[in-house]
C-alpha cells in the first residue's frame, strides 16, 4: 500500500505561475515643486493681504507717493536710514522724518571709500528744476488750450451770418497774462449806448457767444471795461470810472447767464480811460471796449496772494497784434 502511494504522489501536476512585470517607471518629484511654488504664492498672497490690513494709511499713501514719478515734492529732512531713498520721504502734507534706527551709522564724512570727496545734488536745486519743469508743461497746456479756443471763436464766427457782420468787434489774442478777449467798438457799431451801461442786442449775442466758449475752459475769468478819453462834464458825479466798472459788472451778468459758474469769476474791473487799446488816438472808439483775460494759473495764484503783478510771466511766443480784429 505504502508502494502504490507513493506513485500517485509522482503523478501530481506541478503549476508554474507566471506573472508578467509590467514596468511603469519612476513618477519623479516634479509635482512637489509645482505645489511649493503654488503655496508659496498664496503664502505671500495672504501676508499682502494681512500688511494692507494693519497698515497706516499715511504710510500706504507714503509708498505710492514714492513710486509716483509725478508727485514733486521731496523732504529735506535725513532719517539717517540708508536706505534707497537715503533717509527721504514723500507725502502729500509735506516731509515726514523716518523713525527707523539704522543698524549701521550712515557716513557722514562727505568722503567715499578712496577718500575722495562725494559730489551730492542739493535738493533746493532739484525742486526748482522739477518745479521749473511742471510751470513749463503747465504753460505749454495753456497755450494750446487757448489756442483751440481762439480757433473755435474764430470759427464761430465764420459760420454765423449775424455774427460774421460783427467780426470786426472782436479781438482775441494770447497774451501773458492768458487769453485776451476783447469786444470793441467800431465806428457806426458800438456795444454800449453813449454814457450808459445797457448794451445793444448785438453786444449781448456777441457776449453770449463768447460765454459758450469761456464756460468749457477751467481759468479763471478777469472781466474788465475800458472807456475813451472823451470826459464827462467838470463836476459830474458819474465818471468813466463808473461807467467802465458798469459795463465790466453788466458783462459779468450776461457771461454768468451763459452757465459760468460765479467761482470762475477772478475779479472784475472798471480801468477808465489807463489802458488804451489805440494810444495813440485817446478817442478812437476802439478803446470803449470789454476785455475777458482767462488768466493763466500762476497770474490766478498771485491775485488769490493779491501780490498781482509781483511776478512778470514770460509770454512762451509773442502775443498777436491786438488791434488785428477777427475777420
Same mark, same amino acid.
Given at each position: 500500500?505504502?508502494?502504490?502511494?507513493?506513485?500517485?504522489?509522482?503523478?501530481?501536476?506541478?503549476?508554474?505561475?507566471?506573472?508578467?512585470?509590467?514596468?511603469?517607471?519612476h513618477h519623479g518629484g516634479a509635482?512637489?515643486?509645482?505645489?511649493?511654488?503654488?503655496?508659496?504664492?498664496?503664502?505671500?498672497?495672504?501676508?499682502?493681504?494681512?500688511?494692507?490690513?494693519?497698515?497706516?494709511?499715511?504710510?500706504?499713501?507714503?509708498?505710492?507717493?514714492?513710486?509716483?514719478?509725478?508727485?514733486?515734492?521731496?523732504?529735506?529732512?535725513?532719517?539717517?536710514?540708508?536706505?534707497?531713498?537715503?533717509?527721504?520721504?514723500?507725502?502729500?502734507?509735506?516731509?515726514?522724518?523716518?523713525?527707523?534706527?539704522?543698524?549701521?551709522?550712515?557716513?557722514?564724512?562727505?568722503?567715499?571709500?578712496?577718500? #575722495? &570727496?562725494?559730489? *551730492?545734488? /542739493?535738493?533746493?536745486?532739484?525742486?526748482?528744476?522739477? $518745479?521749473?519743469? !511742471?510751470?513749463?508743461? %503747465?504753460?505749454?497746456?495753456?497755450?494750446?488750450?487757448?489756442? #483751440? &479756443?481762439?480757433? *473755435?471763436? /474764430?470759427?464761430?464766427?465764420?459760420?454765423?451770418?449775424? $455774427?460774421?457782420? !460783427?467780426?470786426?468787434? %472782436?479781438?482775441?489774442?494770447?497774451?501773458?497774462?492768458?487769453?485776451?478777449?476783447?469786444?470793441?467798438?467800431?465806428?457806426?457799431?458800438?456795444?454800449?449806448?453813449?454814457?450808459?451801461?445797457?448794451?445793444?442786442?448785438?453786444?449781448?449775442?456777441?457776449?453770449?457767444?463768447?460765454?459758450?466758449?469761456?464756460?468749457?475752459?477751467?481759468?479763471?475769468?478777469?472781466?474788465?471795461?475800458?472807456?475813451?478819453s472823451n470826459p464827462y462834464p467838470?463836476?459830474?458825479?458819474?465818471?468813466?470810472?463808473?461807467?467802465?466798472?458798469?459795463?465790466?459788472?453788466?458783462?459779468?451778468?450776461?457771461?454768468?447767464?451763459?452757465?459760468?459758474?460765479?467761482?470762475?469769476?477772478?475779479?472784475?474791473?472798471?480801468?477808465?480811460?489807463?489802458?488804451?487799446?489805440?494810444k495813440e488816438v485817446p478817442s478812437?472808439?476802439?478803446?470803449?471796449?470789454?476785455?475777458?483775460?482767462?488768466?493763466?494759473?500762476?497770474?490766478?495764484?498771485?491775485?488769490?496772494?493779491?501780490?498781482?503783478?509781483?511776478?512778470?510771466?514770460?509770454?512762451?511766443?509773442?502775443?498777436?497784434?491786438?488791434?488785428?480784429?477777427?475777420?
Amino acid at each position: 500500500m505504502a508502494k502504490g502511494g507513493g506513485k500517485k504522489d509522482e503523478l501530481q501536476p506541478i503549476i508554474i505561475k507566471r506573472v508578467k512585470k509590467v514596468a511603469g517607471g519612476h513618477h519623479g518629484g516634479a509635482w512637489k515643486v509645482a505645489y511649493a511654488d503654488f503655496v508659496t504664492a498664496m503664502m505671500a498672497f495672504f501676508l499682502l493681504l494681512w500688511l494692507l490690513n494693519v497698515a497706516v494709511q499715511d504710510k500706504l499713501e507714503t509708498i505710492s507717493n514714492y513710486f509716483d514719478p509725478s508727485f514733486p515734492r521731496i523732504s529735506s529732512a535725513e532719517s539717517g536710514s540708508g536706505g534707497v531713498m537715503g533717509g527721504l520721504t514723500m507725502s502729500p502734507d509735506g516731509a515726514q522724518v523716518s523713525t527707523v534706527q539704522p543698524l549701521v551709522q550712515p557716513d557722514t564724512t562727505g568722503k567715499n571709500s578712496q577718500g #575722495e &570727496a562725494r559730489e *551730492e545734488p /542739493e535738493l533746493s536745486q532739484y525742486d526748482e528744476q522739477t $518745479l521749473e519743469k !511742471l510751470e513749463q508743461e %503747465l504753460r505749454q497746456q495753456e497755450d494750446r488750450r487757448f489756442e #483751440e &479756443a481762439k480757433q *473755435e471763436l /474764430e470759427e464761430m464766427m465764420k459760420k454765423d451770418a449775424q $455774427l460774421a457782420e !460783427l467780426a470786426k468787434n %472782436l479781438m482775441v489774442d494770447i497774451t501773458p497774462e492768458g487769453l485776451r478777449i476783447q469786444i470793441v467798438d467800431q465806428e457806426g457799431k458800438p456795444m454800449f449806448p453813449s454814457g450808459s451801461a445797457e448794451m445793444f442786442d448785438r453786444a449781448r449775442l456777441l457776449m453770449t457767444k463768447v460765454g459758450e466758449v469761456v464756460r468749457t475752459m477751467p481759468n479763471q475769468a478777469s472781466v474788465r471795461g475800458h472807456t475813451d478819453s472823451n470826459p464827462y462834464p467838470p463836476g459830474a458825479k458819474y465818471t468813466n470810472w463808473e461807467l467802465s466798472a458798469d459795463r465790466a459788472n453788466a458783462s459779468r451778468r450776461v457771461l454768468l447767464d451763459t452757465g459760468i459758474p460765479e467761482t470762475q469769476m477772478a475779479n472784475v474791473m472798471g480801468k477808465s480811460d489807463r489802458e488804451h487799446l489805440i494810444k495813440e488816438v485817446p478817442s478812437d472808439p476802439r478803446n470803449r471796449r470789454i476785455s475777458i483775460i482767462m488768466l493763466r494759473e500762476e497770474m490766478k495764484d498771485a491775485i488769490e496772494r493779491g501780490a498781482f503783478g509781483a511776478r512778470t510771466p514770460q509770454p512762451v511766443r509773442p502775443a498777436a497784434p491786438a488791434e488785428q480784429p477777427i475777420g
